[in-house]
Nanobody, 121 residues
Framework: QVQLVESGGGLVRPGESLRLSCAAS????????MRWYRQAPGKEREFVAI???????NYLDSVKGRFTISRGSATNTVYLQMNSLKPEVTAVYYC???????????????WGQGTQVTVTS
């Protein structure tokens, strides 16, 4: 069983920062890509950022320059540093990871439960 647990969400004012964390635990042989998605009320879930196993990153255009995704030194963790926050980024943020549970396993998608980020004045 694999679990992804997000933390770090909260209520902040425009211009402030938050750092989201996601820790994967359980039976894990390797983690390939780790991503952050978000879902705002009434909208579909959308991609925010990705980091691959070799450290390559990519971002949703609207967050480039303000958000930074990184893998932790314990490679089963991923962070999303969010700076200069705007009200339009208010959403539930979800962690996603592509994981092999053992050497012969197929790589499968796993999701966390989400953490709420609210930006309001």
């Amino acid at each position: 069983q694999v679990q992804l647990v997000e933390s770090g969400g909260g209520l902040v004012r425009p211009g402030e920062s938050l750092r989201l964390s996601c820790a994967a635990s359980g039976t894990i042989f390797s983690i390939n890509t780790m991503r952050w998605y978000r879902q705002a009320p009434g909208k579909e879930r959308e991609f925010v950022a990705i980091v691959t196993s070799d450290g390559t990153t990519n971002y949703l255009d609207s967050v480039k320059g303000r958000f930074t995704i990184s893998r932790g030194s314990a490679t089963n963790t991923v962070y999303l540093q969010m700076n200069s926050l705007k009200p339009e980024v208010t959403a539930v943020y979800y962690c996603n990871a592509v994981i092999k549970r053992w050497v012969s396993d197929y790589a499968t998608n796993h999701w966390g439960q989400g953490t709420q980020v609210t930006v309001t004045s």
